[in-house]
């Protein structure tokens, strides 16, 4: 997630040199033909391509929407996670006590416990954003991709892709939860089990009354619901047929471009060359640059075609690198910070120790 009050158009620029460099050399072959080499015909009408582009426009407008609204779910289930997080420590803090147990226990030991519920909270927002994490097969090519991995290179990272996730888990759980958790798939799903576990026997311990017990109970299930409402989103993508077919939308319209913007160029060249005809003096330099100018005013399409190009094809980009948002780009749900700040929140509301500090991001990028 950026954090600047602009997004930074000159990293764009630099994230799509390549493709300007393509686009610019995919104008220049038409204009070559067409002015060069004298093949007058090779144009395409521009109604047609009028309405193709139109088409196109649609298409991506709306990818880039939906690709928006997977992005935006995203983040408010996460805000959910937040909420729900600081509402199970209010009642670990307050519910568990012993009021209902006939072995009083010391306020250490009743401390122990709130910390091991939370800290196996703690746990559970580790796993499932490592989850999150994971690479899927239709996210690779968007790692894979030069000008990406050249941007997360060097201009964030992703603490998921260099730390292990059994390292950052073990401090929080002990040591037979840990190999329970790690003999099962769904680390996360198995961490909420042991909580929902745990609580039933601090239930016949005496130390949570039957409503409290439910009560707890309920937050778990929204922490089920959360996870599986993230893993919608991460599990199944965009539909393929839709992504697909923008894609060669996009590029079909990106090659026709430079063949439909020629003959508009080259009119406006004529209209400029019979003012200079009126000329009284057609001698001078200035006069004679002007007619060359007019007589090759083909070769302005080519700045123009790769111009539209870019904007087309960036607009697609931006919707293919935006559609994931937890996969790891610069543009996702911040689930990394995120869990690092509900973790200092709750571990303050129990008056925890060794609370770790606060992610410090670079260049205004926050994962």
Known sequence: MYTRRIFPVLGVLKWTRRHILLFIFLAIIPAFLFDVLGLKWLHVPWLPLGVLGTAVAFVVSFKNNASYDRLWEARKIWGGIVNASRSWTIMVKDFINNDHTTEDRTEEEMQAIKRELVHRHVAWLTALRYQLREDKPWEMHLKSGKSNKEFRASKYRVCEDVEDLES?????????????????????????????????????????????????MNILVEFYTLQGKSERIKNFPYPRQFATLNYLFVWIFILLIPYGIMEGFESFGDKILGLLNKHEEQTSLMHVAQETI?????????????????????????????????????????????????????????DDTDIPEPYVWPNDIVM
Request: proline share 5%; glycine share 6%; charged share 25%.
């Open 168 to 216: 950052n888990i073990k401090p929080y759980i002990s040591e037979a939860e840990y190999k329970e958790v790690f003999s099962k798939g769904n680390q996360a799903s198995q961490i909420l089990g042991i909580q929902s576990r745990r609580l039933k026997e601090l239930m016949n311990q005496g130390l949570i009354e039957d409503f409290r017990h439910m009560e707890m």
């Open 294 to 350: 007019a007589k090759h005013f083909v070769w302005f399409s080519v700045p123009f075609s790769a111009l539209i190009s870019w904007v087309f094809h960036t607009m697609e980009a931006i919707g293919e690198n935006t559609e994931n948002p937890f996969e790891g780009g610069p543009n996702d749900v911040p689930i990394t910070d995120l869990s690092r700040g509900i973790e200092i929140d709750i571990r303050q509301l129990i």
